[in-house]
């Protein structure tokens, strides 16, 4: 259970690094090249976080659902949630999944912004 904290962890320590590297090499633009540069990060983080998942609750990863996890993450997650968990707890863990969506555009833009004010200083 400590190691998927610390995967979250990283993930949105990550996030907010991505937003400000991205500000510092690329000021004003939405999305800069420093992000193809962590894509590749996050979704290693996200998978390694599935696989833990997926370990601790001894649901058999297929190779499909695996590539689907690392390319289509948005997408593939609910999936494994709802056929992992059945349908109450599959919601609650999408909705979960929202929020950290969410949460890591808010890291991300945080990034931006504290960058932003750094080099205005």
């Known amino acids: 259970m400590q190691a998927k904290h610390s995967i979250v962890l990283a993930l949105a320590g990550l996030c907010f690094v991505s937003g400000a590297t991205g500000q510092y090499l690329y000021p004003g ?7 193809l540069w962590f894509m590749p990060v996050f979704a290693i983080l996200v998978f390694w976080w599935y696989r833990l998942d997926t370990s601790q609750r001894g649901y058999r990863r297929t190779p499909w659902l695996n590539v ?28 979960a999944l929202l929020g950290a969506i969410v949460a890591s555009g808010i890291l991300t833009l945080g990034g931006q912004y504290a960058t932003h004010v750094g080099l205005q200083s």
């Open 29 to 35: 633009q939405e999305v800069s090249p420093v992000d």
């Open 68 to 95: 689907g996890v690392i390319a289509i993450a948005a997408l593939a997650l609910p999936y494994y949630f709802f056929r992992s968990r059945g349908f109450k707890r599959g919601v609650l863990a999408t909705l």
